[in-house]
Every structure is written in C-alpha cells, then in structure tokens.
C-alpha cells in the first residue's frame, strides 16, 4: 500500500473553502487529476478541488513548483495526461504534496486565485488521456452468475471464470467523457424465427464499473509480475459500458461483444490516483476453498492483503419526468469495488502475461461491478432478470430497459474512519433517440 503522508491528514483544510465541506468529493485529500478548457484557456492538466478547478499550467507559469516537481508539473499540465501518468510513483507524489501545500489555507498562491481557479461549471471536462487501448474485465462473480442464469439459464458460469480474469478487446474511439449523449444504436437483432432485423436497439442497458488508467506500461514481450503491477495503475475513474443487449445477444457467439458495445462508453473525467485512496485499501477478495489453485504469476500475498479497494459505487437513472420536476436522479443501484473476485492489480498482470504491451493512458474496465444483494445488482439485465420483471422507480415509473430521454448516473465515495472522505465526482449520459 502506497504509504500515508500529510497529503492525507484529516485536519488539512484548504483555502478553496467549498473543498472543506462533508459533502464534497474534492476535498484536499483528494486531488483527483484531469483536463478542461474554459473561456481564455486551452486544454490543459489540472486537480479538482472543491467545485473549483486549479489550473496547474497557470500555477507553472507563476512559477509555483519547485525545481523537485517543475517536471511532473510540466507534464501534467499538457492537454493530455499520458506523460505524466507514465512518470515514476515517487515524482508523481512529489508533485502532490506540492499541490497540497498551494491548497492549503495560509499559503501564499491564494493571492493568485484569479488565475488560479476555474468554477467547475464554467469548464468543459475532456478525456484526460489519449486513450490508445481499451480491455473491458467480466471479473464479478455475482454478475457472471447472474447474467449467465438469465441469458443460458441451464448452462455453468463460464469454466475459466476462476482461472483468469476474463475479458474482451474493447474499442478505445468510442470513449466519452461524462456529459456526451449516448445516441441509441442500430443493429441486428435475432428473431424467434431465426431470422433477423435491423433496428434501434429495444434492450439498452448500462453497465456500472470502475476504469483503471495504465501508468508506465511495459515493452512487448515483457510480462508485468503481480508485484509490479500496483505501481502500474496510476489512477482509477468511473466507466458505464453501455450496452445493447439485443445486439449484444445475436452477434456474440463465439467471438464474444462487438457492436452491441463499442458505440459508446462513458467515463468520469478525474483520475483518482492510488495516493489518494491509500487510506481505502482493504485485503482482496478471498478465494473459496474449492476454488482453483492460482497460478503463480496471479499470487502474491501483498495483493491478497491489500489488493482490494473499498470503493462505495452508487447508479441512479434520472427520467425526463423527474427532469422536468428537478428531482434527483432514482438511486438503481448500490455496491463496492470490494465484490471483485480478481484484484486490479491482477488484471493487468494477466492482461500483459502473454507479452501483450499495455501503455500509458490506456483503460481497464473491471466489468459490471455487481455483489451479492439486490440493491447491488449493477445493470438492467440483472435487475430485471433480462427484461422479465419491469424495475419499479421511486416516482412510480418503470423500466425494463433505458428509454430515450433517460439519464445514468454514476457516483463513488470512499469512507473510512479517522480519514477524510473522497469521491469520484461524477459519471453522467443521456440516451438521445435513434438517427433516423
Ligand atoms: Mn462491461
């Protein structure tokens, strides 16, 4: 576990005063990194704080940073993070502390917050990273057991499921910063018959996970032992991998999701960083007895202690009725990075185990992040048993599957006694209709 410092100490306040409230998923402990533009400003790196955005190229130009963090400071104030996220652990860190020290009340760059400082909602977030590469994981056990029962209710959950984490080559293009429209996707779609049509999809659904942004990588050919792979993962955002079952179902046997997947997938547009949820670190999924055995390069007992994370993540759909109302979205779903069956850490040590190269910027996602209740189910395909049993909202309204008009929003929050909470800020899209 990345070691606590005072970057984590619970009685550092900021001078941004709304990074000092309960609620607030950017507190000073936070730190989260991004892009934006905004009136008068390119796109450019930068931490989220409170509501507001501190500009790190701003503070760079005011000569803020010294000689130790000028370089990682450099780099993350360029329009795209992938050289910054490629820098070692330790320099990473040595531009955090300086951050923390710019934020913290009494020091001297509040006099600059005018060119410090962007609102949030004056912004516009990008994509933080050329993303070059994107592998989306089917890692929990209780959705794969789910959504096996619904799609082939006879069948077994898949026989590698606890061997490797399994996963199929998504499409990095299609990858959206919160805030892009989903517009509903056409595609074949199987009949009874055993004919086909084509159309706009009639099951959208959303999928509720956690994306994991690549650090340095590794050369072709070169695996990533589980012991290094911690220090590969620089940051974690929120992922919903929309998805069309419809679609999804007719073209996906034998070579697995195609089309019914790549039109779009959404991601919050800060990167947590593994120094921020140092103090949310819990051991990893415990394997059954009857379990099989790990392969070695899946087995470390570091990972095992502290592989995992205690991640809350929320899903709630906003429809246009509530929207018209300025009701708050309709909470859908609830649960936590901790339901995973494999560690992150492990997904990218199985991803680059054949010599696959992974790079800087390039997005892991878990897959669908559902545990074992019912409040935890964490897409439309479970909690409606596949379109059977209509999901009742708290308004009254119903859905079998996403209506356009429909909004999903993703959230996270990671607690911890003695600790400052932290968030993720937020994942949000709505489904436009179909182009005629
Ligand atoms: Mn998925």
């Known amino acids: 576990m990345t070691t606590l410092n005072e970057t984590h100490n619970p009685a550092r306040k900021s001078w941004v005063e ?124 209780d ?3 789910r959504a096996t029962r619904v799609l082939r209710p006879d069948a077994p959950i898949p026989p590698s499921f606890k061997h490797l984490p399994m996963a199929y080559n998504g499409r990095a293009s299609s990858i959206a910063p919160s805030g892009v429209q989903v517009i509903r996707p056409q595609g074949q779609q199987g009949r009874r018959d055993g004919g086909s049509t084509f159309g706009p999809s009639r099951m959208l659904d959303y999928e509720l996970e956690v994306g994991i942004y690549i650090g340095a990588g590794n050369e072709m050919g070169h695996p990533i032992s589980l012991r290094d792979a911690r220090d590969q993962i620089f940051g974690l955002c929120l992922l919903n991998d929309w998805s069309a079952r419809d679609i999804q179902r007719f073209e996906s046997f034998p070579l697995g999701p195609f089309l019914g997947k790549c039109f779009n997938t959404s991601v919050s547009p800060w990167i947590v960083t593994a120094e921020a949820r140092a103090p949310f670190g819990v051991p990893a999924r415990a394997r059954a ?45 609830r649960t936590n990075l901790n339901t995973l069956y494999w560690s992150c850490a492990q997904m990218v040590t199985h991803h680059a185990s054949n010599g696959c190269n992974l790079s800087s910027g390039d997005l892991l996602g878990t897959g669908t992040l559902s545990g074992p209740t019912d409040e935890s189910r964490a897409c439309m395909l479970e909690l409606t048993g596949g379109g059977k049993q209509p999901l009742v909202l708290a308004n009254g309204e119903t859905r079998t599957w996403l209506e356009d008009g429909d909004a999903v929003v993703l959230n996270a929050r990671c607690n911890r006694d003695g600790h400052v909470s932290i968030g993720f800020g937020e994942c949000r899209a709505e489904i436009a209709p179909a182009l005629a």
Do not use: C
């Open 143 to 145: 959705h794969v057991t």
């Open 289 to 333: 007895a009857d379990d099989p055995p790990l392969h070695d390069y899946l087995s470390d007992a570091r990972d095992q202690s502290e592989g995992g994370f205690d991640i809350t993540l929320t899903a709630g759909l906003e429809t246009p009725a509530m929207r018209a109302k300025a009701h708050a979205p309709a909470p859908i779903s």
């Open 18 to 141: 709304s990074a000092n409230t309960a609620t607030t998923d950017f507190p000073i402990q936070n730190l989260p990194f991004g892009v934006f533009t905004a009136p008068g400003r390119d796109a450019r790196g930068a931490v989220a704080i409170g509501d507001m955005i501190f500009d790190i190229k701003a503070a760079l130009e005011a000569g803020l940073f010294s000689s130790a963090a000028a370089e990682a400071a450099k780099a993350a104030s360029l329009s795209t993070l992938n050289t910054f996220m490629a820098m070692a652990p330790a320099a990473i860190s040595a531009l955090r502390r300086e951050l923390s020290d710019l934020l913290l009340q009494g020091s001297q760059a509040e006099k600059l917050k005018g060119d410090l400082l962007v609102a949030m909602k004056d912004a516009t977030m990008k994509l933080p990273a050329h993303v070059g590469g994107f592998t989306d994981f089917f890692t929990s056990l």
